[in-house]
């Protein structure tokens, strides 16, 4: 594993022994990906980066945004015990829309800090933003 600077800050750990067609980072600690060369080690930094959301607030703000009243109305209605079976509703799409499979190490970190137990896998991650949408809607 070899890191990679932009102006002397980390921006992700290439992996230098990844195989063709295997991603070249570390997802838990870099926001890029392989180029469509077969060898290509090097980092580029995903085009849709900047639109993630580097706090769980924030997430968890524009996940209600993306609601209609309709979908907030089902999420308000849900019992807090069942909100687990909405992630297979929205967890994929706030995982994609979020940059959560992609290293958004920042969102993982604040979502992470709510919740000390939780883990760093991104449908956990989903799922602590949906919860905290219920909280927000009841």
Known sequence: MIGLLAGGVA??????????????????????MRTDKVNEKTCHRYPDAELWPAACGLAVTQFLSSLDDNGRQ??????????KH?????????????GLWRGNAA??????AMRPEASSYPEDISLIIIQEAWKQLQ
């Open 107 to 112: 969102l993982i970190s604040s979502c992470q």
């Open 74 to 83: 089902g999420l308000r209605a849900v019992k807090y015990p069942d909100i």
């Open 11 to 32: 921006l992700a750990q290439i992996d230098t022994t990844a195989e063709p067609g295997r991603p070249s980072y570390d997802p838990a600690t870099a926001m890029c």
């Open 86 to 98: 909405l992630t297979a509703l929205w967890g994929m799409s706030i995982r994609n829309r979020f």
